[in-house]
């Protein structure tokens, strides 16, 4: 399992993914959880049951996996989800963890996609 342990790499961690938010304008929410799906540390909205968003980020990657595997497509990086009201992004983050950003309808997918690798490989450099 992940351990994200003392509150200095608490700290490396959100400096991280705050620099990759400030990068790509747009970026409402995040999240940092285990492949288990327990949160390890977020940014969401109030009113937002982090506990439950977190599993179930964790299950659709689990599935998505799984798929790309049964596909021969190899292993999954991402998942990028287009809704309503703008996009979701779930990437893994090695062997230990999982990234979710929630971004404006106007963001660029690109930028996005960039911000959450860019994050995920230092954040797996950390541990």
């Known amino acids: 399992m992940f351990d994200p342990g003392s509150a200095e790499k608490q700290n490396e961690l959100r400096s991280i993914i ?11 929410a ?17 009113g937002l049951e982090e506990a439950e968003m977190a599993a179930m980020a964790a ?3 689990n599935v998505a996996d799984l798929a790309a595997e049964r596909m021969d497509q190899g292993l999954l990086e991402e998942i990028l989800m287009t809704n309503e009201n703008g996009y979701m992004l779930i990437r893994s983050v090695g062997e230990k963890a999982i990234l979710v950003f929630a971004a404006a ?11 959450a690798k860019d994050a995920s490989e230092k954040i797996n450099k950390l541990f």
Request: glycine letters at 8%; charged letters at 15%; a positive charge.
């Open 59 to 61: 299950a659709i990657l």
């Open 105 to 115: 309808k106007n963001v660029k997918t690109g930028m996005l996609v960039y911000s």
């Open 18 to 28: 705050e620099e990759a938010t400030s990068i790509t304008a747009g970026i409402r």
């Open 30 to 46: 995040w999240m940092l959880l285990s492949k288990e799906g327990l949160p390890i540390s977020s940014a969401v909205p109030s």
